[in-house]
T-cell receptor
Framework: GQNIDQPTEMTATEGAIVQINCTYQTSGFNGLFWYQQHAGEAPTFLSYNVLDGLEEKGRFSSFLSRSKGYSYLLLKELQMKDSASYLCAVRDGDYKLSFGAGTTVTVRA | IAGITQAPTSQILAAGRRMTLRCTQDMRHNAMYWYRQDLGLGLRLIHYSNTAGTTGKGEVPDGYSVSRANTDDFPLTLASAVPSQTSVYFC?????????????FGPGTRLTVT
């Protein structure tokens, strides 16, 4: 089976930086995705990593180390609208996505 | 507006009843998926279809069936609902299964089985 771990909750102040870690053990690896999900809404795509290193997209960056089975999502210059759940998902050897339980980020003024 | 639609938005269903959740996409995506989302467990794959005419079982397929008669529609059927199927159900689609093809999610169906 697949095992994807991420912290349950994180709290940060508006304007600060938060790093959400994700560790995984899966049957094969064909990429790692991060999704954002606001309460009561559908998940929306944030980032994709398949090679080691950092992918930057505006205020959000995602990092991958395949040898360590590790990724993180970095949210910079936090805004109140960033309060949401962030889902780490790994595409396995069969090209199926397995999701972590999600990290709920609360941004405080 | 292009995207994925799901129906109904929410439903309360008596145990033992049959129910079909509908999902339609207009992006001409090849692959479609059904997930359920439960508190503390995250999204779990129920069934998937890599292309019209084919389907496969995901992580939690028991009690559910799907069909993919055409590219746009991917209905999920609960033959005889049980309370443990109370969940939020999301349909998703992607252009393909590899590369950087992300999945696009529908708005979800909140199902309560009593």
């Amino acid at each position: 089976g697949q095992n994807i771990d991420q912290p349950t909750e994180m709290t940060a102040t508006e304007g600060a930086i938060v790093q959400i870690n994700c560790t995984y053990q899966t049957s094969g690896f064909n990429g790692l995705f991060w999704y954002q999900q606001h309460a009561g809404e559908a998940p929306t795509f944030l980032s994709y990593n398949v090679l080691d290193g950092l992918e930057e997209k505006g205020r959000f960056s995602s990092f991958l180390s395949r040898s360590k089975g590790y990724s993180y999502l970095l949210l910079k210059e936090l805004q109140m609208k960033d309060s949401a759940s962030y889902l780490c998902a790994v595409r396995d050897g069969d090209y199926k996505l397995s999701f972590g339980a999600g990290t709920t980020v609360t941004v405080r003024a | 507006i292009a995207g994925i639609t799901q129906a109904p938005t929410s439903q309360i269903l008596a145990a033992g009843r049959r129910m079909t959740l509908r999902c339609t996409q207009d992006m001409r995506h090849n692959a479609m998926y059904w997930y359920r989302q439960d508190l503390g467990l995250g999204l779990r794959l129920i069934h998937y279809s890599n292309t019209a005419g084919t389907t496969g079982k995901g992580e939690v397929p028991d009690g559910y069936s799907v069909s993919r008669a055409n590219t746009d529609d991917f209905p999920l059927t609960l033959a005889s609902a049980v309370p443990s199927q109370t969940s939020v159900y999301f349909c998703a689609s992607s252009e393909g299964t590899g590369h950087s093809y992300e999945q696009y999610f529908g708005p979800g169906t909140r199902l309560t089985v009593t």
